[in-house]
T-cell receptor, first 116, second 113 residues
Framework: DTAVSQTPKYLVTQMGNDKSIKCEQN?????MYWYKQDSKKFLKIMFS???????INETVPNRFSPKSPDKAHLNLHINSLELGDSAVYFC???????????????FGPGTRLTVL | DAKTTQPNSMESNEEEPVHLPCNHS???????IHWYRQLPSQGPEYVIH?????VNNRMASLAIAEDRKSSTLILHRATLRDAAVYYC??????????????WGAGTKLIIKP
């Protein structure tokens, strides 16, 4: 069984569109995350979230919003897509109700977003 | 910005030990040292973490200098499947018991058959 899964694996879309990436974890973890890995391969935290607290990286444009229907899911919604949003997006989860309180994160396989 | 420095790349022969160095001279007393690796076209994978003492698990060993300003990830017997980018990261406090990882460029480990 896949611990952290993401859909879709690839997403190609036009500038200005709105899209969502879905993430699900079956590990029973309380905290989930979204990361962006750009073309230079640097991995940057975007959000960490549990069902009571959202921690936002201040550099993330407000076009990006996490949406959590339940503890096992954290979807990433992006409005008005721009060329610079092209990247690989990784979802992750960790135990504990605080971000990285138990040190270990589990990552999904990534979603490669291409904005044309 | 990442608080760690690592060599851009390293090469090793298959079935030999690999020592991946990391410098973190500005580490504070409560910063945990984390290692993750990312295989090609995959998400990052946790390898090991430590605070002060050396740590061992099924994947690797982590040797931490006495002054904690550097550490070394040791793969005891590298295989071709260990070819990946290895990231050394300090857990960064955000306040209210929350933390984040500030990722650097990592070390690309090349394994030669």
């Amino acid at each position: 069984d896949t611990a952290v899964s993401q859909t879709p694996k690839y997403l190609v879309t036009q500038m200005g569109n709105d899209k969502s990436i879905k993430c699900e974890q079956n590990l029973g973890h309380d905290t989930m995350y979204w990361y962006k890995q750009d073309s230079k391969k640097f991995l940057k935290i975007m959000f960490s979230y549990n069902n009571k607290e959202l921690i936002i990286n201040e550099t993330v444009p407000n076009r990006f919003s996490p949406k959590s229907p339940d503890k096992a899911h954290l979807n990433l919604h992006i409005n008005s897509l721009e060329l610079g949003d092209s990247a690989v997006y990784f979802c992750a989860s960790s135990p504990g109700k605080k971000a990285l309180s138990y040190n270990e994160q589990f990552f999904g396989p990534g979603t490669r977003l291409t904005v044309l | 910005d990442a608080k760690t420095t690592q060599p851009n790349s390293m090469e090793s022969n298959e079935e030999e030990p690999v020592h991946l160095p990391c410098n973190h001279s500005t580490i504070s007393g409560t910063d945990y040292i984390h290692w993750y690796r990312q295989l090609p076209s995959q998400g990052p994978e946790y390898v090991i973490h430590g605070l002060t003492s050396n740590v061992n698990n099924r994947m690797a060993s982590l040797a931490i200098a006495e002054d904690r300003k550097s550490s070394t990830l040791i793969l005891h017997r590298a295989t071709l499947r260990d070819a990946a980018v290895y990231y050394c990261i300090l857990r960064d406090p955000l306040g209210d018991s929350n933390y984040q990882l500030i990722w650097g460029a990592g070390t690309k480990l090349i394994i030669k058959p």
